[in-house]
């Protein structure tokens, strides 16, 4: 297949082009604005690492770009886009609502459109469990309302779900949404809770657990949610009989929510090292608990998550340790030559 990826330097996109090039053979084109709502170095580091593969194509472009996003969509057709840039973050979205507007909004629109007048056959994009927000009802169910948002990133990506349908129903685009939860592991992002963690662990810094603690999350290795969208992938919803709209909604998580402080636990095991914890107040945005019922997802492609969390924090922390002392030992060679000079 030819095969579209917005947001390829992003933490999924990058694990997900390597997966689909790796294994899979596909022709890959991604894009990428390569911003700064956090550091561009790892962005570009999960780039380089997918210089090796000749089927892997990488054009820098921001979705709001309307007339560059014209011109990728007037080249040769894309079998499936799986679209997963956006502007991530609940906080950040408190202070900079304008970007998610841009990015969330107006970019997701332009790769609707896109995809229409290209007719793709298999528009797969990113939601998340963030949708959920005043939602008392646990594990979250896709047949749940979602119509109470606790932060504009999350009323946002709600829009997504809404627009993708109003295209699967006026123009007969196969949409899939996937509403992620807490995805990490190798190559994460550094505004995450547990990138955060393990470095302040590691830097013997204190970690901050809001809400007293008293949080959780189902999160979700980086491994199980490629497989899961590989499969995804090669599932376009066919039109439902009662309105004849090709469009489907999945939790995409791991299915059992893991307590913050059990979380310090396993990392502490992982790194061999002790946390200080401050305990803070809720912060506004914020969902005190996340848990996904995902059996249609694996009822739908075959596959159930199997990576625990206590498994899958050894390898971040793995990973951790040998990226960062590979920027170390960068570092100290750029110095080292500077003096030289």
């Known amino acids: 297949m030819r095969v579209l990826i917005t947001g390829m330097a ?8 390597r997966r689909l090039a790796r294994n899979h053979g596909h022709e890959i084109v991604g894009i990428d604005n390569l911003n700064d709502y956090y550091d ?39 079998d499936c ?25 107006i970019g997701h629109l332009n790769v609707l459109e896109g995809c229409r007048r290209q007719r793709v056959g298999h528009l797969v994009y990113a ?8 939602n008392a009802r646990a594990p979250f169910s896709v047949e749940d309302s979602v119509d109470q948002p606790v932060s504009l990133y999350a009323a946002t ?56 603690g008293v949080m959780s999350r189902d ?7 490629t497989e899961s969208i590989v499969r995804i992938m090669d599932l376009a919803p066919e039109p439902e009989t009662s309105d004849n709209t090709p469009y489907r909604l999945y939790n995409i998580g791991h299915g059992s ?24 107040p809720m912060q506004p ?18 596959f159930r998550p199997s990576i625990e969390v206590a498994e899958g924090v050894r390898r971040f922390v793995a990973w951790y340790r040998r990226y960062h002392d590979g920027i170390a030992v960068s570092s100290d060679a750029r110095q080292s030559s500077s003096r030289l000079g």
């Open 10 to 17: 992003g933490f999924i996109g990058h694990a997900l082009a």
């Open 40 to 78: 561009v170095a790892i962005k570009q580091a999960r780039l380089n690492d997918l210089a090796d593969f000749d089927n892997v194509r990488f054009q820098r472009l921001d979705l709001t770009d309307e007339a560059g996003m014209q011109r990728l969509f007037a080249g040769p057709r894309f």
């Open 81 to 105: 886009v799986v679209h997963l840039a956006a502007q991530a973050g609940v906080r950040y979205s408190l202070d900079h609502p304008q970007v998610y507007g841009q990015s969330n909004l």
């Open 127 to 134: 939601s998340s469990s963030s949708v959920y927000g005043l």
């Open 157 to 212: 990506k709600k829009s997504n779900e809404l627009m993708a349908h109003a295209y699967s129903h006026l123009y007969g685009l196969p949409t899939t949404g996937l509403r992620f939860f807490t995805v990490y592991g190798p190559w994460g992002r550094p505004d995450m809770a547990l990138f955060k963690f393990t470095r302040n662990i590691l830097d013997g810094k204190p970690i901050e657990l809001y809400n007293q």
């Open 219 to 225: 999160f979700t290795y980086i491994d199980d949610i």
């Open 257 to 280: 929510p893991v307590n913050l402080v059990e979380l310090v636990r396993t990392l502490e095991e992982a790194t061999g090292l002790e946390a200080r914890c401050d305990y803070l």
């Open 285 to 302: 945005g914020d969902m005190q608990h996340t848990w996904a019922d995902a059996e249609p997802l694996f009822a739908a492609t075959g």
